[in-house]
Every structure is written in structure tokens, then in C-alpha cells.
């Protein structure tokens, strides 16, 4: 795979994980995440178990997730880094939450496809 039909590959994953992630449905998010998953926020590290079982739960929903502009993508060789501006609107246990972030997404190639390994977010400072 060349890395212009990895970039492109990406993206594309980039913008479908969004869909999933308002789709609120565990298992589809998960098809995106590597078995050993981690997030990385300001309250710590959370691994794919936590983040899914909240997800399955109710306990956490997104209502909007989309990406601003398209994302910065690298590949090095079978290792990318997606960085992208997020705006969120998620429930975490009935509160409701509006984000604008930024993510960095750390992906492996594995059996052909894109799976993210790590999952970085930070605010975006208010402009």
C-alpha cells in the first residue's frame, strides 16, 4: 500500500470512527480500536475495556462528533499519526458535555487495515 492510498485510507477511517462514535453502538466503535486501546485526557489513561463498557452501558453517548477540516496525517510505513480538531457534544451519566479538542490518533497496520493503538486528546484554547 502506497502511503498516498494509506493517507487517503485514514481519512477516510478517521471521519467513519466519527460516525461510529454518534452511532453510540460499542461494537462498531471498537472495529477502529486495536485490543490494547488506550485514551489519554486530562483525567488519565483509560483502556478500550473502560471507554467501550461505559459506551454499552448508556453511561456515555455523543450526540455530535465531527471532525473540523481534515485531519494531518503521517504514515511511517505501518505506523500513522492522525491529528484532528474535534468538536464533541456527549452525555457522560445524564450531564451533558460540549467539547472542541484536539485528538491525535496513533494507528498500527495490521492485516491490511488501520487500527488505532492510542488516543491522545487535549482542549483547544478558546479563541
Same mark, same amino acid.
Given at each position: 500500500?502506497? !502511503? !498516498?492510498?494509506?493517507?487517503?485510507? =485514514?481519512?477516510?477511517?478517521? #471521519?467513519d470512527w466519527a460516525a461510529a462514535? /454518534?452511532?453510540?453502538?460499542? @461494537?462498531?466503535?471498537?472495529?477502529?480500536?486495536?485490543?490494547?486501546?488506550?485514551?489519554?485526557? $486530562?483525567?488519565?489513561?483509560?483502556?478500550? $475495556?473502560?471507554? %467501550?463498557?461505559?459506551?454499552?452501558?448508556?453511561? %456515555?453517548?455523543?450526540?455530535?462528533?465531527? %471532525?473540523?477540516? $481534515?485531519?494531518?496525517? *503521517?504514515? #511511517?510505513?505501518? @505506523? @500513522? /499519526? &492522525?491529528?484532528?480538531? &474535534?468538536?464533541?457534544?456527549a452525555h457522560y451519566r445524564g450531564?451533558?458535555?460540549?467539547?472542541? $479538542?484536539?485528538?491525535?490518533?496513533?494507528?498500527?497496520?495490521?492485516?491490511? *487495515?488501520? %487500527?488505532? /493503538? =492510542?488516543?491522545?486528546?487535549? @482542549?483547544?484554547?478558546?479563541?
Amino acid at each position: 500500500m502506497s !502511503d !498516498d492510498a494509506g493517507t487517503a485510507g =485514514l481519512a477516510a477511517t478517521a #471521519h467513519d470512527w466519527a460516525a461510529a462514535m /454518534v452511532s453510540n453502538d460499542a @461494537a462498531r466503535i471498537a472495529e477502529f480500536m486495536a485490543d490494547d486501546w488506550v485514551i489519554v485526557s $486530562e483525567s488519565g489513561i483509560s483502556t478500550r $475495556e473502560r471507554f %467501550l463498557a461505559f459506551v454499552e452501558s448508556g453511561d %456515555l453517548t455523543h450526540s455530535a462528533f465531527q %471532525l473540523v477540516g $481534515e485531519p494531518r496525517i *503521517r504514515v #511511517h510505513g505501518d @505506523a @500513522a /499519526v &492522525v491529528t484532528a480538531r &474535534v468538536t464533541n457534544t456527549a452525555h457522560y451519566r445524564g450531564e451533558r458535555f460540549d467539547a472542541d $479538542e484536539w485528538t491525535t490518533d496513533v494507528f498500527v497496520r495490521r492485516d491490511d *487495515r488501520w %487500527l488505532c /493503538v =492510542l488516543s491522545h486528546i487535549t @482542549a483547544a484554547a478558546r479563541t
